[in-house]
C-alpha cells in the first residue's frame, strides 16, 4: 500500500451510523454522534493543511430507506453481507456536500428500508445485531478495496469492521474507536454463543476472546478488545489524552473510587458495604472491565465556530428571513427578521435586547429589571435529568419571584420520565403563565434566542460524555446550571455544577439542583460582577475544533507508525523463533494465553498469529 506520508497524502475513512446533514435529507442524527461526524471531516482537513498534510476523506454510513437515492450517484460495485447463511447484496451510493464531505452510503431494502421515520435511525432490538453485522460486511467490503491509510470507528455500531477486512488489510490497515457513550454497548444475549455469531458470519471461537460479556454478545468490548491488540488507540469525546478529566475520567474510574467519592457526597451511603452502596449509584463504564483495562485518552469534541454568539447564523436577520421563521410575537418577529443581533464578550448589548425579545415571545410582556430567565432546552430524556428542573419550579418561584422558566422540549415514547416533566412543565405553564413558559415540540430558531436570551441554561444529565448544550450555552453568554459529570466538566470554572452519584434518590438530587440553582439567581441579584466575569470567560472559551482535529490526525499517525514497527518487530520475532528449538516454541504456545485473565496486548496478538504460521505443536 502506498505510504501516505511520503507524499504527504492522509486517506482516512470514518464510519458511523449517524452522519449529521439533516437539513439536506441525506444525512440522521438522534444526539452528539451525528453532529460530530458532520463537523469533524472539514475540520480535519483545515487541521491537515498546518500539519502540511493532504487530508482525503470519506464518511462511511448506513442508506436508510427515507434518503431519496436519485440524488445520490450509484456506484458500480456491491457488497455482499451473509446473515443466517444466506447472502444479503449492499448498493454503495456516493454524494459529496457543498463543503467537500464526501460520504458513501450502504444501501440494501431488507436491512434498512422497513423501519421507522428519519429520527429513528437506530434497529428494533430483534434485528439489530444483524443489521449491524450487515452493513459492517458492507462497508469491510468497501474497505478492502478502497487505497486508505487509516480508518475510524464511531461506537459501537460499525465496530465489527475489523472482524470482515480482507486478510491484507486486517494485517495492515491501522484503524481507531471512538466511544460516543458507554451507556449503550450494543449487549445481546448470546444463548449458544457459536450459533450467535455463526448467524453474523463471524467464527465462534472468537467468543472468548473478543464478546464474552456475562456469557452475553458485547460489541463495544468487541471493538475495544480489537483496536487495542492490533494497536490501535481508544479514545472518548471529552478529557485530555492522560484521562484526567470528562468522560475519559470517569470511564476509567475504578469502582473502589467511585464508591467512596459516593460516601463522601451522600454521607447516608457511609456506613453501607461496597456492594450496597454500588447497587445505589450510576457506573459510567456500565460493568465493562476493559475500560480499566485498556487505555481509554480523551479527545475533547469541538463545536463550529458558527455557534459563537458573533457568528451565529439564527441571530441574523437574513437566515431567519431565508428560513421563513415566524416567532409569535409581532414586535419579535420584526426586530429578529430586520437587523442582526450578534455579540461579543466586550459588548453584551445585543445579549440584554435579546432578552427583552425573548421575554416578549414567552410572556407577552416587558420584563422587569430584575428578572431571571432560566432556560431549559432538550429531548425530555431520563438522561438529560429535565424531569428535576420540573420538580423544583415551583419552589423556585415561590422563593424567588423574579425567576422565570421557558422551557422547549419534548419526549420519546416510552419515556416515563420524560412524558412525566412534560406534563409537569405543562400544567406548570397553564397555572403560572406569567412564569413559566412551555413549547412541546422543537423550534430550532425559538431554542437559539432562548439560549442567547436566557440568564441561565439547565443541563442536570444523569449522564453527558461530551456536552453540545453548555457550549452552545456558554458561547451565547449563558450560564450552566448543572451535574458534573463527564464533558460538562469542561464549564465547571464558570457555571454552577453540582456532584450526585445516585439517580434512585430524586428528591434529593431536586434538593441539590434547587440549592445551586438558588445559589446561581442569588448571584445574578448581589454579585453582577461575578455574574459579568463568568458570561465572558464562557465566552471566551475555545471550543474550536481546531486542537482536537490535530489530535486525532496525530492519531491516525500514530496508528501508521504502529503498523510499521509491529511488522518490523514481528520480522524479527519470527526469526528469532525459526532459531528458537522446537519445545521452546511449544511452550510459548501452551501458555501464552493460559490463566484465567484477560490478554488484550498487540504483541501478543502478533506472536499467536506468528505460532498459528508455525502449524499444530
Known amino acids: 500500500m502506498e505510504n501516505a506520508q511520503q507524499d504527504n497524502r492522509l486517506r482516512v475513512a470514518l464510519a458511523a451510523w449517524e452522519i449529521g446533514r439533516v437539513s439536506s435529507g441525506l444525512g440522521a442524527k438522534a444526539g452528539g454522534l451525528g453532529v460530530i461526524v458532520e463537523e469533524l471531516p472539514p475540520a480535519l482537513v483545515n487541521a491537515g493543511r498546518n500539519l502540511g498534510l493532504d487530508v482525503e476523506l470519506v464518511t462511511l454510513g448506513p442508506c436508510f430507506g427515507t434518503y431519496d437515492r436519485s440524488r445520490l450517484n450509484k456506484l458500480p460495485q456491491t457488497y455482499p453481507a451473509v446473515i443466517d447463511n444466506r447472502t444479503h447484496q449492499f448498493e454503495a451510493y456516493e454524494h459529496t456536500f ?10 440494501n431494502q431488507h436491512w434498512l428500508g422497513p423501519w421507522g421515520p428519519p429520527s429513528h435511525v437506530y434497529p428494533p432490538e430483534v434485528v439489530a445485531l444483524r443489521t449491524y453485522a450487515a452493513v459492517c460486511q458492507a462497508m469491510a467490503g468497501f474497505l478492502s478495496e478502497q487505497p486508505c491509510d487509516t480508518f475510524h470507528l464511531h461506537d459501537y455500531h460499525v465496530g465489527l469492521i475489523p472482524f470482515y477486512l480482507s486478510a491484507e488489510k486486517a494485517d495492515t490497515l491501522p484503524f481507531h474507536l471512538t466511544i460516543h457513550n458507554a451507556s449503550y454497548q450494543g449487549v445481546y444475549t448470546a444463548g449458544n454463543a457459536a450459533e450467535l455469531l455463526a448467524a453474523i458470519h463471524l467464527d465462534g471461537p472468537l467468543f472468548e476472546r473478543y464478546f464474552q460479556f456475562f456469557d452475553n454478545v458485547n460489541l463495544m468490548r468487541a471493538a475495544m478488545v480489537r483496536t487495542h ?16 478529566w470528562g468522560y475519559a475520567r470517569e470511564l476509567r474510574e475504578p469502582r473502589a473510587e467511585l464508591i467512596q467519592r459516593a460516601r463522601r457526597t451522600h454521607p447516608r451511603l457511609y456506613y453501607l458495604a461496597d456492594d450496597e452502596v454500588a447497587g445505589r449509584i450510576y457506573f459510567p463504564a456500565q460493568g465493562l ?15 463550529s465556530d458558527e455557534n459563537k454568539a458573533q457568528h451565529l447564523p439564527w441571530l441574523k436577520a437574513e437566515t431567519l428571513r431565508a428560513a421563513e421563521v415566524r416567532f409569535s410575537h ?25 432578552k427583552r425579545l425573548l421575554h416578549l415571545e414567552a410572556f407577552g410582556t416587558e420584563p422587569e429589571p430584575n428578572t431571571v430567565l432560566l432556560v431549559v432546552v432538550g429531548r425530555m430524556v431520563e438522561q438529560k435529568g429535565l424531569h428535576l428542573v420540573a420538580g423544583i419550579m415551583d419552589r423556585i418561584r415561590r ?3 423574579e425567576a422565570k422558566f421557558v422551557v422547549l422540549g419534548s419526549a420519546p415514547r416510552g419515556d416515563l420520565a420524560g412524558h412525566r416533566a412534560v406534563q409537569t412543565f405543562a400544567a406548570a405553564a397553564g397555572h403560572d403563565p406569567e412564569g413559566v413558559f412551555f413549547r412541546n415540540g422543537f423550534d430550532l430558531a425559538l431554542s437559539k434566542l432562548m439560549l ?13 460524555p461530551c456536552g453540545i448544550v453548555d457550549y452552545e450555552s456558554v458561547l451565547l453568554g449563558t450560564i450552566v446550571i448543572g451535574r ?3 464533558g460538562l466538566a469542561k464549564v465547571s470554572d464558570f457555571s454552577f455544577l453540582y456532584e450526585w452519584f445516585e439517580p434512585a434518590d430524586e428528591q434529593g438530587e431536586m434538593d441539590a439542583l434547587f440549592t445551586k440553582t438558588a445559589e446561581a439567581i442569588s448571584a445574578f441579584r448581589d454579585q453582577p460582577d461575578r455574574i459579568l466575569d463568568m458570561r465572558r470567560r464562557g465566552m471566551a472559551i475555545d471550543g474550536s475544533w481546531r486542537r482536537s482535529a490535530t489530535q486525532y490526525l496525530q492519531m491516525y499517525q500514530y496508528g501508521q507508525v504502529m503498523q510499521r514497527c509491529k511488522a518490523a518487530l514481528r520480522q524479527r520475532a519470527a526469526e528469532f523463533l525459526q532459531q528458537c528449538p522446537a519445545e521452546e516454541v511449544n511452550c510459548l504456545r501452551q501458555l501464552l494465553d493460559a490463566g484465567s485473565g484477560r490478554q488484550h496486548s498487540a504483541l501478543s496478538a502478533d506472536l499467536r498469529c506468528l505460532l498459528d504460521a508455525f502449524g499444530p505443536a
Open 484 to 486: 458534573l459529570t463527564g
Open 399 to 401: 422563593g424567588y419571584p
Open 98 to 107: 457543498e463543503n467537500g464531505q464526501r460520504v458513501v452510503y450502504f444501501w
Open 289 to 303: 472491565a476493559e475500560f480499566q483495562e485498556i487505555p481509554v485518552a480523551g479527545i475533547t469534541n469541538g463545536i
Open 330 to 354: 409581532p414586535e419579535v418577529q420584526h426586530e429578529m427578521t430586520s437587523a442582526d443581533h450578534g455579540f461579543s464578550p466586550d459588548d453584551l448589548t445585543n445579549k440584554q435586547k435579546l
Open 452 to 464: 442567547a436570551g436566557g440568564d441561565f441554561s439547565f443541563i442536570p444529565s444523569r449522564f453527558e
Open 229 to 244: 491488540e492490533t494497536g490501535g488507540k481508544v479514545t472518548t469525546v471529552s478529557g485530555d489524552l492522560e484521562a484526567s
